[in-house]
């Protein structure tokens, strides 16, 4: 969508979609969002890699635009941060089982035991699945936004196989009003409006009365007449649990951000405006451009006192929750704040965490867990090598490059006037 309304300016506000590639203002001149591009959140895990002191470790990423330009950022900042990757896999839902297989051989038989997974919901759950089925423990596995705030495994397996896990989060937020906004929702409210029905009838398991189009996924015969009495304050379901909501807030964000750009148009003063001879857009019927205008250069505070404006890519400040999976008294785990990344914090001081807060792969509390499971002097000598390599490679690579421009150089120049270049050897 953002590639066809690009060319028209017309202005879109996503607030789910991160995919660094969509921060390229050439390709998605009108493009804005709300939630935080691939490119911090991969800076993100990267930071938190290094937090915790681990130098060597293993990835795997979706085999598509999110998960490929996400690790691409990652891999890039974690060699900056002199960390070694031992092994890197890639994932699909298309893949067949046989490189699932490979894929979770490659995990249990490598010596680091610190995996990053920049991968999608549908493909961590089939890898879930498989490091069960294949009993593949002791894995300290580092999340992304996209998977780690959900659970995929029952209760049970989610405790023996992926306790401990840690990774960044969508920030969640308790907006303020929200949560009696939607109790107070009801079809009376809302007449016609077939969303508000059916979720009305599927909540309820009842039929509106006076409504022409039940909902399909129940048989019309199995429905009982709604009474108009029911309440969401007696249920309890994702709508009224708004303690759970993440993208909730990118949404809500959105919609701000696109009625201040429609507040700031409207305030224009005659003469003063910013357009050719200082006129101002006709509020009426305005052109999408001029609302382009505006949104680059919304600026305000949410009622939790967030600021929210766009830089040049139309990217917001980047902030997460870093969120650990910690045993529970149910025999299963839970989803634990433990603590915050935020992307406007003076370098270095990004990451605030609460060490005492988490509980590790294992159900350790007292230490962070190593790398790989051997004698901590042979696995910093091994770290200190891989290290120093790619240190090297990238000394290599500087140096290498004003040869090769020489070199170019100088087969150009000795290249005769038809072209053939064997003069140059």
């Not at 305030?267 to 052109?287: L, R």
Request: glycine letters at 8%; charged letters at 20%; a neutral charge.
């Amino acid at each position: 969508m953002a590639t066809l309304i690009g060319p028209f300016r017309i202005p879109m506000v996503s607030y789910f979609s991160t995919c660094a590639c969509l921060s390229n203002r050439k390709e998605y001149p009108s493009f804005f969002r709300t939630i935080p591009s691939d490119y911090f959140q991969a800076r993100a895990l990267a930071h938190l890699v290094k937090r915790f002191g681990w130098t060597w470790i293993g990835t795997i990423r979706n085999d598509d635009d999110y998960g490929n330009f996400g690790m691409q950022a990652f891999t890039e900042t974690i060699q900056q941060l002199g960390v070694c990757i031992a092994f890197s896999e890639s994932i699909h839902r298309t893949y067949h089982r046989d490189k699932l297989l490979r894929i979770v051989d490659t995990v249990r038989k490598s010596l680091t035991k610190v995996v990053v997974a920049f991968v999608a919901p549908e493909e961590m759950s089939i890898l879930f699945s498989e490091i069960a089925q294949q009993n593949v423990t002791g894995i300290q596995w580092i999340g992304s936004e996209a998977w780690v705030s959900t659970q995929f495994l029952p209760q049970e397996e989610s405790r023996r196989f992926v306790s401990g896990t840690i990774g960044v989060a969508i920030h969640q937020v308790n907006i303020p009003g929200l949560r009696e906004f939607l109790l107070d929702v009801h079809p009376s409210i809302y007449p016609g409006n077939r969303l508000v029905k059916e979720f009305w009838e599927l909540t309820f398991g009842c039929a509106l009365r006076g409504t022409d189009n039940r909902t399909d996924q129940v048989p019309s015969n199995k429905w009982k007449e709604c009474t108009g009495r029911e309440s969401l304050r007696m249920t309890h379901n994702e709508l009224t649990d708004v303690s759970q909501y993440r993208v909730t807030y990118n949404v809500y964000k959105a919609i701000y951000a696109i009625a201040h750009a429609l507040h700031d148009m409207l305030s224009c003063k005659t003469g003063k405006g910013p357009f050719s001879e200082n006129t101002c857009a006709n509020i009426s019927s305005f052109q999408p451009w001029q609302l382009l205008h505006y949104m680059k250069t919304v600026n305000f505070t949410t009622k939790i006192d967030e600021n929210v404006h766009f830089d040049n890519n139309g990217d917001p400040v980047a902030t997460y929750d870093i969120v650990n999976w910690q045993p529970n008294a149910a025999g299963g785990v839970d989803i634990v704040g433990v603590g915050v990344y935020d992307g406007s914090a003076t370098p270095g001081q990004e990451i605030i965490v609460k060490d005492e807060a988490i509980v590790w792969s294992g159900g350790q509390i007292t230490f962070v867990p190593k790398a790989a499971p051997m004698e901590q002097g042979k696995q910093q000598g091994k770290d200190n090598l891989f290290a120093a390599l790619t240190a090297l490679n990238a000394l290599m690579v500087k140096l290498a490059t004003p040869l090769i421009h020489q070199i170019a150089l100088n087969v150009r120049g000795n290249t005769g006037p038809t072209g053939d270049e064997t003069n140059a050897y």
